[in-house]
C-alpha cells in the first residue's frame, strides 16, 4: 500500500450549539439513542428541552452539553431516509445507489433515491475540493437543508467498482450512525505520532488539532456498541506501515466484514 493511494474520509464536527441541538434530534428519533444510566434530573432536563423546547436554568445548559457528548446518533429501526443529489453525473449517481442500497439487505432501513424538489435528509455533493465525509446518524437533521451531509469528491464513471464499494458503503455507514472503527479506545494502532502529523501536514495541509481530532481521538467505551475492534470492517480505514511503529499495519477494505453485518442487524433489526 503506497501512501500516496490514502483517500481518508474526514469525520463530521459540530460546534457545541448543534450538537446540544443534535442531541434533541436523536433523542426524538430513538429515545435509546441516550445510553446508560441517566439521571433523573438529567432526564427532566432533556424531556423539556426535547419536547417543550425549553431550558428553565442557564446552569441546565451543563447537563445538556454532557448529554450532548453520550448521545448516539442511530436512526429508528424501519426509518425511511430520503437521499437527494446536488448535482452529479448519471452514472456516478446510478453506482453510488446501487451500493448504497446493499445496507438494506442487513439494515432495517430505507434509502430513498427517487428524484423529489424537496431536499433528503441525505444530501450529496460532489466537490472534488473537498474529499469524501459524511455526518454521522442524525447528526444530519442538524444541518440547513440547503448543504450537503455527504460528499464524494473523487468517483468518477469510470472509476472500478472496488473503489465505488469502498467509498460508498463507508460513507452510508456513517449516515447510518456508524463511527471510525480506529476511533475506539482499544484499537490498539501503534501510530508513529511525529510521522502522522508531518504526513497530514503535507498532504491535506492539518495542523496537530486536525490531526488529533481525525486520527488520535477516540469515543469513550461506553459510547461504542460493538464489543470487540473488527480490522475488516468496512469502517475501518487503511494504516499504513510508514505511519506505525513496529511493521503494524491494516489493508483496504473493500466490502462488509461479518461483524459489520451481525452489527447493523443488531442497531436496526427487523420488526
Not at 434530573?41 to 426535547?50: F, K, Q
Request: charged share 30%; proline share 4%; net charge positive.
Amino acid at each position: 500500500m503506497k501512501l500516496s493511494q490514502i483517500h481518508y474520509c474526514r469525520e463530521c464536527r459540530v460546534s457545541h450549539s448543534l450538537s446540544i441541538k443534535n442531541l434533541k434530534n436523536s433523542y426524538l428519533e430513538k429515545p435509546s439513542n441516550l445510553r446508560g444510566a441517566v439521571r433523573s434530573p438529567d432526564l427532566s432536563i432533556l424531556n423539556d428541552y426535547a419536547y417543550k423546547n425549553v431550558v428553565k436554568k442557564a446552569e441546565h445548559m451543563v447537563s445538556l452539553s454532557r448529554l450532548a457528548t453520550e448521545v448516539a446518533k442511530e436512526w429508528k429501526p424501519g426509518r425511511v431516509l430520503l437521499v437527494s443529489f446536488m448535482g452529479g453525473h448519471r452514472l456516478v449517481k446510478e453506482r453510488i445507489i446501487r451500493h448504497a442500497k446493499r445496507w438494506m439487505d442487513y439494515a432495517n432501513i430505507d434509502f430513498d433515491f427517487k428524484d423529489r424538489k424537496k431536499p433528503g435528509h441525505i444530501r450529496i455533493s460532489f466537490d472534488k475540493n473537498d474529499g469524501s465525509w459524511s455526518c454521522v446518524g442524525t447528526q444530519a437533521l442538524t444541518v440547513d437543508s440547503s448543504e450537503a451531509t455527504m460528499n464524494f469528491g473523487w468517483l468518477s464513471p469510470t472509476l472500478d467498482d472496488v473503489e465505488y464499494s469502498r467509498v460508498v458503503l463507508h460513507e452510508f455507514g456513517h449516515a447510518l450512525g456508524c463511527i471510525h472503527e480506529h476511533e475506539r479506545p482499544d484499537n490498539g494502532i501503534p501510530w508513529d505520532k511525529k510521522k502522522v502529523y508531518e504526513y497530514y501536514a503535507a498532504t491535506d495541509g492539518w495542523n496537530k488539532e486536525e490531526v488529533d481530532s481525525q486520527v488520535f481521538d477516540y469515543y469513550d467505551r461506553d459510547q461504542i456498541r460493538a464489543s470487540k475492534l473488527d480490522r475488516k470492517s468496512i469502517m475501518m480505514y487503511p494504516v499504513p506501515e510508514e505511519l506505525t511503529k513496529g511493521r503494524y499495519s491494516i489493508g483496504w477494505n473493500t466490502d462488509f466484514s461479518a461483524e459489520d453485518k451481525k452489527f447493523i442487524r443488531k442497531v436496526y433489526p427487523s420488526r
